[in-house]
């Protein structure tokens, strides 16, 4: 009986122990895919393309932050990302025939939305304002959310002068 109640004991002990390896490796695999820099910015330079409806593959990732994470996924995103000549030449060309980029400097009205943000406003460029908040009925328009309480947008800048894309999220 003794020899049994031994047996009982070191089999649950080994069973906890596969268990708690089980849990180990299952949580390592989930920080691999889902907390490494590259998926999280792979995945904004997705969201970039969809509301900007331009190609931003083939640049240098510069700097990439990601303050989200706070109370129901407050935040800031600010990611750089660098591009040949002719690649950036391109990107232009794209702007100039699209409608809702506006010509640098913005005015100061929107410029404040982005204070905060670990980056120096460059002088030459284009920008894009993009709405992501649930009430939101025109996208690239910014009035509509100074009237809100809480903001959800993304914005794009395009640097002439660095040859850089600068992508923006805001959350609060």
């Given at each position: ?5 031994k047996l009982?004991?070191?089999?649950l002990?080994?069973l906890g122990a596969i ?5 180990i490796?299952l949580i390592v ?5 889902y ?6 910015t792979?995945?904004?330079?997705s969201k970039?393309?969809?509301i900007s ?7 240098n990732i510069?700097?990439?932050?990601d303050?989200?994470g ?5 935040g800031?995103?600010?990611v750089?990302?660098?591009y ?10 794209e ?15 929107l ?5 905060g943000?670990d980056?120096?406003l460059?002088e030459?460029g284009?920008?894009l ?9 025109f996208?690239?328009?910014?009035k509509?959310?100074m ?17 850089e ?8």
């Amino acid at each position: 009986m003794k020899d049994m109640k031994k047996l009982k004991i070191t089999l649950l002990v080994f069973l906890g122990a596969i268990l708690i390896f089980a849990n180990i490796i299952l949580i390592v695999m989930f920080m691999q895919k889902y907390l490494d820099t590259d998926f999280f910015t792979n995945d904004y330079l997705s969201k970039a393309e969809r509301i900007s409806n331009l190609d931003l593959d083939g640049g240098n990732i510069v700097k990439s932050i990601d303050t989200h994470g706070g109370f129901f996924g407050e935040g800031d995103t600010l990611v750089e990302i660098q591009y040949s000549s002719d690649k950036f030449n391109d990107i232009v060309k794209e702007i100039s025939v699209q409608e809702h980029w506006g010509k640098l400097p913005m005015n100061e009205e929107l410029e404040k939305y982005l204070l905060g943000l670990d980056f120096e406003l460059p002088e030459k460029g284009y920008y894009l304002f993009y709405d992501r908040h649930n009430d939101a009925k025109f996208h690239y328009d910014y009035k509509a959310m100074m009237r809100r309480h809480s903001i959800n947008f993304s914005f794009l800048i395009v640097d002439e002068d660095a040859e850089e894309v600068i992508y923006m999220e805001k959350d609060t």
